[in-house]
């Protein structure tokens, strides 16, 4: 566990003790800021020494935020590849060379199979 450089104070051990009698429930979880185990109460989450209110994101919530990124990251890759697919049929148009052509077709066709594949996995 981190060393803070805030102090458990007495007070702060005598308070919780008060809470544990009462039918307040220590938690397996730590104050972010000086360490002391939480404390809930009456539906509260807080810290008996910052007396300060905690907030404790759960595993599921965590998980959601990290599906909700990584689904918006996809879709920003596909959305590039997309339209790299645009900027190269451009290309093909504007192009003379018969060489530059074919390896920008081939660009195309590999990038839509590779969005094709991305697609299949959603």
Known sequence: MPVSNKKI???????AAKLLRKGAKMLSYYCPECHFPLFES???????NCEKEVIIEKETE????????????????????????????ELIISSNS???????????????????RMRKVQ
């Open 62 to 89: 965590k998980e959601e935020k990290k599906e909700e990124v990584k689904e918006e990251t996809r879709s920003n890759l596909l959305n590039a590849m997309e339209n790299a697919v645009v900027r190269i049929c």
């Open 98 to 116: 018969p060489e530059e052509i074919k390896t920008l077709s081939e660009s195309i066709e590999k990038i839509v199979n590779a969005i094709e």
């Open 42 to 48: 009456e539906g509260r989450i807080f810290c008996p």
């Open 9 to 15: 104070s007495d007070k702060a051990i005598v308070d």
